[in-house]
């Protein structure tokens, strides 16, 4: 049975962090590029950033220089280290998977307010 179990989302003031984290079960990770998307209230899903099977990372510019991305493949995964947070980060936070099947995780919550 694959899973994608997202954790880590929360309730953090502008300008302080979160670190998001993605266990991936039940296929083979390390032959899957790994991504973060969100949705954002009334607005279109996002993508977030992305890492590939060797280690390499895109970004959106909305989140470039403040989010990394990377991967642990001896524990099957995926973490995005979220850091100068803003109120316009506020989303549900998907990871998903992507390469000969496509998956998705259940998302969770990240809420920038003070």
């Known amino acids: 049975q694959v899973q994608l179990v997202e954790s880590g989302g929360g309730l953090v003031q502008p300008g302080g962090s979160l670190r998001l984290s993605c266990a991936a079960s039940g296929f083979t990770f390390t032959s899957y590029a790994m991504f973060w998307y969100r949705r954002a209230p009334g607005k279109q899903r996002e993508l977030v950033a992305r890492i590939t099977t060797d280690g390499v990372t895109n970004y959106a510019d909305s989140v470039k220089g403040r989010y990394t991305i990377s991967r642990d493949n001896a524990k099957s995964t995926v973490y995005l280290q979220m850091n100068s947070l803003k109120p316009d980060d506020t989303a549900v936070y998907y990871c998903?998977?992507?390469?000969?099947?496509?998956?998705w995780g259940q998302g969770t919550q990240v809420t920038v307010s003070s």
């Open positions: 998903y998977a992507g390469g000969v099947r496509s998956y």
